[in-house]
């Protein structure tokens, strides 16, 4: 059966440290923005953490969330592309193609999670980080949109490697940067196709949310929290 | 001086001809200035955008969140401007008003040249532009096809087809006149007038085609005109985006574009009037009567933008009460409220009241107007991409970069610029509607 590819975060786990943002940048050789850059409101992160902070010093309230590409059933990024650079792929995975991209921007304005990226310029890392691109992932141009693709490098490279031993896919086996990365393994990823799957018993979860739900975006991220 | 100041028809034909041709012959030193600074103006423009090309839109005011701006607004008020000859030309050719004859083919140059200046920016506003012919659909190795459900490949076809339509909406009422230049003076021009005569003798049978062709052309051109804004105005209504995803916003744009065709077709029209001396054929009763028009529109106007803004208040959704409250109350108030003023209340004074109405009151009223539809097209851009859905995603404010102020100065220069070597080719006014021709009596 074919995979589809679901993720998983816990609130009550996140404690809004942001490896999964280091380890993003550096899976996927997105690039340094300046602080003139980030001042003007051209960072790059494919997964963020949104701060929320409620109430008035001593009784603050923070609530934070990582957020990044819902990969959504209907992806209403989807069919606004002229070029169709972005599309579904029988995953469940919306993915998107730099070199069809001709950076018309209407899908980033149509995403309601705001997870486009576009690169404004070309890529620059500083000396030496240009040392420790990933092989397994393109470096983008000026005038491409990206976005996070659940590591589909690594799903990939996750699905060959099992072929090739002639097994299936086991749960936990594949995992994105993000997921990976949590010290608080707050994140996890895997198929929702698969009804023991880890991911997929958490959907199940009494704690089970959707960001956006009522928008009917079909997000296949599922986040968990305890009522506030 | 012959001849009613209220009526050119009744000018002897010899002299129309003789005022109306004069101006195709010879330059002066100020038409020369005339067309040299926007010559200059459009050059730095173009010179901007080749700094796009090579350094990326970086060089723009763009950000997350805010990835239209001044580009997309630019469109917008371009392709709307482009209405001016839709509205005089067929619509009154249909209804058959006679006071459209000397302004339908300034109105109708107006059109190809707005279409042709707001065509541009589907592919300035790309980031990788030079690639802007993957949306037309053209055979190809990989077997690639465009995206119809895209509402980009609805507004390409839309303007294609308007610019095909209008280009031959504006050619065939110049054929009698160039027939009639074809034994000019200067060679190159009797070359290139008697090429584009096709062969006119002025039978009867030719005069007969032609009103067909024309009525014909009319009827099309305003349904296609109807559908190219509300295809435009569908690249904001298809998406979710809060305070876009409106189903008034198809007719609410025609309106818009009319409104603001009109007013830049007042104000060109009061140019060529002041800097051609044919204050006997643009005379008061046409700006009396474009004013009238124009103060209908400017009511429309507001009709729908209260109708739109009522309607959000009301519903109190959350999302788009944040949008809501960014253009009337937060950032953008100052601009809104601008708007407000030169779309309607200034027009409603200054057209509205009969001793107020003039034609430079209908000029001042105008280039308002031309502002507030600029301001009509930002607002219902940026405050929407500004204010994201979730709230931490939203930006700083957006401030158009020196690139693409140098853009938009050039479109209107451009504007300018196509409009000079056009009444320096052609007349500005048809003369052979003022010729008394053997089959008005069919009509």
């Known amino acids: 059966m074919a995979h589809r590819w679901g993720m998983a975060i816990d609130l009550d786990r996140c404690t809004g440290c942001e490896a999964c943002v280091a380890a993003c940048h550096a899976e996927n050789n997105i690039p340094f923005s300046t602080p003139e850059q980030a001042a003007a409101g051209r960072t790059n992160h494919w997964i963020r953490v949104d701060r929320y902070y409620e109430g008035a010093f001593p009784d603050v309230k923070v609530k934070y969330m990582p957020v990044l590409c819902q990969q959504c059933d209907e992806a209403p990024c989807e069919p606004v592309c002229p070029t169709l650079a972005t599309y579904h792929n029988p995953e469940g995975l919306n993915v998107q193609v730099y070199n069809r991209c001709v950076g018309t921007f209407y899908c980033a304005n149509n995403c309601p999670y705001t997870v486009r990226y576009f690169n404004w310029f070309d890529p620059v890392w500083p000396e030496p980080m240009q040392l420790q691109h990933n092989p397994d992932v393109a470096i983008r141009m000026a005038g491409v949109m990206e976005k996070c693709t659940f590591c589909i490098q690594r799903i990939k490279r996750g699905k060959d490697e099992a072929a090739a031993a002639g097994q299936p896919v086991a749960d936990g086996d594949i995992q994105p940067a993000c997921v990976q990365s949590c010290p608080a393994e707050a994140m996890v990823f895997g198929d929702l196709n698969d009804p023991e799957s880890k991911v997929s018993r958490l959907t199940e979860s009494s704690r089970a949310t959707h960001l956006l739900e009522e928008l009917g975006t079909k997000p296949k991220v599922v986040y968990l929290e305890r009522g506030r | 001086m012959s001849g009613n100041a209220n009526q050119p028809e009744l000018l002897p034909y010899g002299k129309i001809r003789e005022d109306l041709f004069r101006p195709l012959s010879g330059m002066t030193q100020k038409y020369f200035a005339a067309i040299l600074i926007p010559l200059l103006i459009i050059m730095f423009g173009a010179y901007a955008w080749t700094v796009q090309l090579r350094t990326g839109m970086g060089v723009t005011g763009l950000q997350r969140p805010v990835f239209w701006g001044f580009y997309i607004v630019d469109f917008v008020f371009w392709i709307g401007i482009s209405h001016a000859g839709t509205l005089i030309s067929a619509i009154l050719r249909l209804t058959d008003a006679g006071w459209r004859k000397p302004i339908t083919r300034a ?28 949306l037309i659909p053209y055979p190809n190795m990989r077997l690639l096809w465009p995206n119809f459900r895209s509402p980009l490949l609805w507004d390409l076809t839309a303007i294609v087809t308007y610019m095909t339509g209008s280009a031959i909406y504006l050619y065939l009422p110049l054929i009698p006149d160039v027939a009639q230049l074809a034994e000019h003076s200067v060679p190159w021009r009797r070359k290139l007038y008697r090429m584009l005569s096709l062969g006119w003798t002025g039978s009867d049978k030719e005069w007969h085609s032609l009103e067909r062709a024309m009525k014909l052309m009319a009827g099309i051109i305003l349904a296609v005109a109807v559908s190219v804004h509300t295809v435009v105005a569908w690249d904001f209504s298809m998406a979710i985006a ?7 916003f198809g007719p609410y744009f025609v309106v818009g574009a009319i409104f603001s065709g009109l007013a830049g077709l007042m104000i060109v029209m009061a140019a060529i009037r002041k800097l051609m001396g044919l204050e006997q054929y643009l005379t008061r009763h046409h700006f009396d009567n474009l004013a009238k028009l124009l103060l209908l529109m400017s009511i429309l106007w507001l009709y729908f933008t209260f109708a739109e803004h009522l309607t959000v208040w009301y519903g109190n959704d959350p999302s788009e009460m944040a949008v ?4 009337t109350r937060a950032r953008f108030a100052g601009l809104f409220w601008l708007m407000v003023v030169v779309n309607f209340v200034i027009p409603f004074v200054l057209l509205g009241i009969r001793k107020l109405r003039s034609i430079t009151s209908g000029v001042i009223a105008s280039f308002g107007i031309l502002l507030g539809m600029f301001l009509e097209r930002y607002i219902i851009v940026v405050p929407t991409l500004s204010t994201t859905r979730l709230a931490a995603a939203t930006s700083s404010s957006y401030t158009p970069s020196w690139v693409e102020l140098a853009i938009t100065a050039a479109t209107f220069a451009a504007m300018i610029f196509l409009y000079l070597i056009f009444s320096k080719l052609f007349p500005i006014i048809a003369v052979w509607e003022f010729k008394p021709h053997p089959h008005e009596d069919e009509v």
């Open chain 2, 242 to 248: 809060p305070m876009w995803h409106s189903t008034i």
């Open chain 2, 324 to 327: 809501f409250g960014a253009r």
């Open chain 2, 107 to 134: 109105a109708e140059a107006i059109t190809l040249f707005a279409l042709m200046i707001g065509g541009m920016f589907p592919i300035i506003h790309l980031g990788r532009a030079w690639y802007f012919y993957w």
